[in-house]
């Protein structure tokens, strides 16, 4: 799904983007031209409206070449995403623009007060990956009216989800790991923005505003399925490493005499496993999406599915990793080294609580 060329650049310039502490402009670029924030935008606002397998297998190739970069295009995309939520002209004069680039927090980290007919806004979030190149912001706050917090039925508080232009947030430069450190996530606030109640939105599917079938995915699934592109196309750029360096010290016959056998057939059953598992969550993902297409809209078994399976995988991936890692010596100690690079992004990566391993 990418070209030589892309290719090539994506791996040219991914130590400039690890320097530097985000995406630099060579490659942002060439993502605004490959669409790739938009892979799930509608086409009739100027986006590819990619199938979730389509996207699951591009995104898992990205991740490959470069999981700072891949991670990236996962979670703006992700947010981009919610253009089918979105009032149709709204979302339009959005998202026909070449360069648009939507982030922001999953997190309630705010308060927006509805009085007079406008929210103002007030609060902190973290992790806005893309924060420096990110044309808006999204984000969720409990909401009060009158300056009294609303209740839903069950006496739950009220959250809603906005998006606001980057000129009114101020960002906070504090994304500091040591690993996807060209994702630049970094923090934002706001203070007292008015906002008019049309910046509002819901992400479920009672309220998608697009026929895609990937609008009636609940947002959770949808999260799991991407992120865990990421992981496994991490994931088989460490064994392919990881690999690559077992046939260079197989030319010590001492060495090869001794290790070479186990190790590689340790690599084979740890590809094997992988490979069995991601085919068992393709398949869930097509029965779901062509589920959604004839209109039938149940697939929490599917779901569950996915869920339990996505989370031994990402525990899986991790205890591979550890394990494969002290067989690597000094050479994946090294900080240019691309297996300590796809190391640190893996484990920065594991961080994210959506795919953490579960008590």
Not at 45 to 59: K, Q, R, V
Not at 64 to 91: E, H, I
Not at 252 to 277: G, H, P, S, T
């Amino acid at each position: 799904m990418i070209s030589p060329k892309n290719k090539a650049l994506i791996q040219d310039y991914q130590a400039q983007s690890i320097q530097h502490k985000r995406l630099v402009a060579e490659q942002l670029e060439m993502i605004y031209e490959q669409k790739w924030f938009n892979i799930w935008v509608p086409r009739s606002y100027g986006g590819l409206e990619l199938s979730i397998m389509e996207g699951f297998s591009l995104l898992e190739e990205l991740a490959y070449l470069d999981g700072g970069l891949g991670w990236t295009v996962t979670l703006c995309s992700g947010a981009n995403m919610f253009a089918g939520y979105l009032q149709p002209d709204s979302a339009k004069a959005i998202f026909s623009r070449r360069k648009v680039c939507w982030g922001g927090s999953g997190r309630v980290g705010g308060v927006a007060n509805l009085e007079d007919g406008l929210y103002e806004i007030s609060g902190q979030w973290q992790y806005a990956t893309g924060a420096p190149h990110l044309t808006h912001f999204t984000l969720n706050c409990f909401i009060h009216e009158n300056g009294v917090p609303l209740l839903d039925e069950d006496g739950n508080p009220v959250v809603r989800s906005f998006f606001v232009d980057r000129d009114n947030v101020l960002i906070h430069y504090d994304w500091d790991t040591m690993g996807l450190e060209c994702t630049a996530s970094h923090s934002f606030s706001i203070d007292k923005l008015s906002v008019s109640p049309s910046n509002s939105f819901t992400i479920s599917p009672e309220h998608r505003l697009s026929s895609s079938p990937l609008f009636a995915y609940p947002f959770l699934p949808f999260a799991e399925i991407t992120l865990l592109a990421n992981y496994t196309g991490m994931y088989r750029r460490f064994l392919d490493l990881v690999e690559k360096y077992f046939f260079e010290k197989s030319k010590n016959e001492a060495w090869a005499d001794k290790y070479a056998k186990d190790r590689f057939k340790l690599v084979d059953r740890k590809r094997i496993y992988l490979e069995q598992e991601i085919q068992l969550i393709r398949e869930h993902c097509v029965v779901s999406w062509e589920n959604f297409k004839i209109g039938q809209t149940s697939n929490d078994a599917i779901f569950q599915q996915i869920h339990l399976q996505a989370h031994a995988i990402v525990k899986e991936i991790k205890s591979s990793v550890l394990e494969l890692y002290p067989m690597v010596g000094i050479h994946g100690a090294q900080r240019k080294n691309e297996l300590n690079i796809v190391f640190r992004n893996l484990f920065t990566a594991s961080q994210h609580s959506l795919l953490n391993i579960e008590d």
